[in-house]
């Protein structure tokens, strides 16, 4: 799909544009974030392979031949589908809602952690085969569910002091019933909380959140001073 080279070069560009010019603006990252938003939530049906699939799961839950009806999904994506159609079956606005959902929390985590929201945004389209598939193909659509939670979980965390309540466990199990496979960011989680626990006194650290989710990376505010000159 060309269009996702188009939207790497113009990501790229504004990612450059701020490193020369040491300067942070707003309006590239909004930019962009709009430009990724609006390639997978306003794509037609039949771009991409898996897009079909989980349209047809959409509109015919019972009566779909596609692999998700037969091998089953977990029950929370199950929950989205019907409140989502409880406002409309149509497939395009079944999209652009799903896109929403995922990449909104992803931008706020970005807009409250990241000194250079662009270059995050780049990070996180160039993170690997895994994006790539998800902008090109809508494959792994309630792998990114999950991360749009997990990030959620991880602001509701650092906001409360780096300590776990009652909405961080809330999102933690959202996030689950997306996709089974948040289990490796919680495990990654657990593991450095109890780590940190013993060996620091300090707060708790988020261990191997990046690889675990493929998103949770920005630029540290250390950096801020040299971007912003």
């Not at 504004?14 to 590239?28: A, C, D, I, P, Y």
């Not at 039949?46 to 509109?59: E, K, L, M, P, R």
């Not at 999102?171 to 989680?189: E, G, K, N, P, V």
């Not at 060996?199 to 191997?208: D, L, T």
Request: proline content about 3%.
């Amino acid at each position: 799909m060309e269009e996702f080279f188009y939207l790497y070069v113009i990501i790229l560009f504004f990612v450059l544009r701020e490193v020369l010019m040491r300067k942070v603006t707003n309006k590239g990252f909004c930019l962009c974030a709009f430009l990724m938003l609006a390639m997978v939530g306003l794509r037609d049906i039949h771009c991409g392979a898996d897009t079909w699939n989980y349209c047809d799961f959409f509109v015919n839950p019972k009566k779909s031949t596609t692999y998700y009806s037969i091998q089953g999904v977990e029950p929370g994506f199950r929950v989205l589908n019907s409140i989502i159609g409880i406002f409309s079956h149509n497939e395009n606005f079944y999209l652009f809602v799903t896109a929403l959902i995922t990449f909104c929390p992803i931008y706020w985590y970005i807009g409250k952690y990241s000194s250079c929201k662009v270059m995050s945004l780049f990070v996180f389209l160039t993170f690997g085969t895994a994006t790539m598939m998800y902008f090109m193909s809508f494959y792994l659509m309630r792998q990114y569910l999950s991360i749009a939670f997990l990030s959620l979980a991880i602001v509701f965390y650092k906001k409360n002091n780096e300590k776990i309540n009652k909405n961080v466990v809330l999102l933690y199990c959202i996030a689950l019933s997306m996709h089974i496979a948040s289990l490796i960011f919680l495990t990654s989680q657990c593991s450095s909380l109890i780590c940190a626990s013993l060996y620091s006194p300090g707060p708790k650290p988020i261990v191997g959140t990046p690889m675990a989710t493929g998103v949770i990376a920005f630029v540290p505010k250390s950096q801020k001073s040299y971007l912003s000159g």
